[in-house]
């Protein structure tokens, strides 16, 4: 089936460390985005790729890098520039040309930094 | 800023009744998409409904319907003859259509409980 995969589930990371965090899409869309979700914030943005090989910044990418070599995959780190890292971290992607390019959600990445 | 206001951290609703979850927006552009999601404990993002900016008509989905109001610019959810699994936060989110894909914006989120 199509779907969006992010892993791990979990993750724990020690201050000072760098992590990377995966999300793969297998529905053939060309944009990719990461969101940070905490406690009453609801859902911020941290980059987005429209295409293979670009990416903007969100709101909040200080701390933050991504890479877009293939059109599955958009992995990000988050790097140990990042102050407060502990969040939940949700990849989605989008197709061009879809009347309302919806945006389809993987099912999210709980980081915890010890 | 493109912003989305929702004013309602929490609500409750009881079984079978109606309930209607707020949402405002701010934007400058004439042309957009106006979403509501919902995220069950699970924490999976669900697509309940969604809007065009330019039909007049508003959107329905089995019990669930949108009151839209380009003017005030105001976006409500209304959910019909609650269930318990209608339990969950409910994020309302916007995107304009130009630039091609572009990011949503989303409300901080209303969490909706239904009593049995």
């Known amino acids: 089936d199509g779907g969006i995969t992010q892993s791990p589930k979990y993750l724990f990371r020690k201050e000072g460390q760098n992590v990377t965090l995966s999300c793969e899409q297998n529905l053939n869309h060309d944009a990719m985005y990461w969101y940070r979700q905490d406690p009453g914030q609801g859902l911020r943005l941290i980059y987005y790729s429209q295409i293979v090989n670009d990416f903007q910044k969100g709101d909040i990418a200080e701390g933050y890098s991504v890479s877009r070599e293939k059109k599955e995959s958009f992995p990000l780190t988050v790097t140990s520039a990042q102050k407060n890292p502990t969040a939940f971290y949700l990849c989605?992607?989008?197709?061009?040309?879809?009347?309302?390019?919806?945006?389809?959600f993987g099912p999210g990445t709980r980081l915890t930094v010890l | 800023a493109q912003t989305v206001t929702q004013s309602q951290p929490e609500m409750s609703v009881q079984e079978a009744e109606t309930v209607t979850l707020s949402c405002t927006y701010d934007?400058?552009?004439?042309?957009?998409?106006l979403f509501w999601y919902k995220q069950p404990p699970s924490r999976q993002m669900i697509l309940v409904i969604r809007q065009e900016a330019y039909k007049q008509q508003n959107a329905t989905e089995n019990r669930f319907s949108v009151n839209f109001q380009k003017a005030a610019k105001s976006f409500s959810l209304k959910i019909s003859d609650s269930q318990l699994g209608d339990a969950a936060m409910y994020f309302c989110?916007?995107?304009?259509?130009?630039?091609?894909?572009?990011?949503?914006?989303f409300g901080k989120g209303t969490r909706l409980s239904v009593i049995a």
């Open positions: 989605a992607s989008s197709r061009t040309r879809n009347t309302y390019n919806e945006q389809f």
């Open positions: 989110a916007y995107r304009i259509t130009s630039s091609g894909n572009t990011p949503l914006v």
């Open positions: 934007t400058s552009e004439s042309d957009y998409y």
